[in-house]
């Protein structure tokens, strides 16, 4: 397989393995609903650095330690679990009903904040360097420089994540006075925590 050939098997792959829903898309539709189109772009933002944070750390041997080290991949493990489970358990127990938060005394989501979120949602997920560690090889062609190339091939990945992404907030924006209905944003509040209370026991139960 050469470089063009493992390209193309590699988007072809990833962009199934991308549109699958999961926490990221949960997140940036929540933003979306919160904040707007900004700062649903800059959680996708966040999400996309956190990805690439652990395509440059696989690229330098990290995943493979998280691999053979049961302690270094425990203690990322249950951080990344811990996080998401705060952050669900907050939206579900303080849902909001405004943007703002005027009414409900929930503050608005700033682009930062939402920025933050989504980068420590997958920089303390070890799944993802996992994930990258044992699929990323499968796509080096013969002769290439595999830290380089797997760094490629992440990059390629954040790339096809944004494009998702966006697609996902221009379909919001027509949306958004539905969005920003009290009764929807409580729902959607509740739905995400949901989500994320989810993967975070997920998360936690993966050896």
């Not at 929540?30 to 966040?46: C, D, K, Q, V, Y």
């Not at 797997?150 to 949306?175: E, K, Y």
Request: aromatic content about 8%; overall charge positive; glycine content about 12%.
């Amino acid at each position: 397989m050469n470089t063009p050939q493992a390209l193309i098997a590699f988007i072809a792959a990833a962009s199934i393995l991308t549109v699958t829903p999961g926490v990221d898309t949960a997140m940036v539709l929540r933003s979306a609903a919160a904040g707007g189109p900004r700062p649903a772009a800059w959680a996708a933002a966040g999400i996309g650095l956190g990805c690439l944070v652990w395509g440059l750390a696989v690229s330098a041997g990290l995943g493979a330690l998280l691999a053979a080290s049961p302690l270094a991949f425990t203690m990322l493990k249950w951080a990344g679990a811990a996080y998401l489970v705060f952050l669900g358990l907050k939206l579900i127990l303080r849902p909001r009903d405004t943007i703002g938060g005027e009414e409900s005394g929930a503050a608005h989501l700033a682009p930062g904040q939402a920025f933050r979120q989504g980068l420590l949602t997958n920089a303390l997920n070890p799944k993802i360097g996992i994930f990258y560690v044992t699929f990323l090889p499968q796509f080096v062609p013969a002769g290439a420089n595999v830290a380089a190339f797997s760094f490629l091939l992440a990059a390629v990945h954040v790339l096809l994540s944004i494009a998702w992404f966006a697609a996902l907030i221009a379909a919001s924006v027509p949306m958004g006075r539905i969005l920003r209905r009290p009764r929807v944003i409580k729902a959607l509040d509740r739905g995400t925590g949901g989500v994320f209370v989810a993967f975070g026991g997920k998360l936690a139960l993966t050896s």
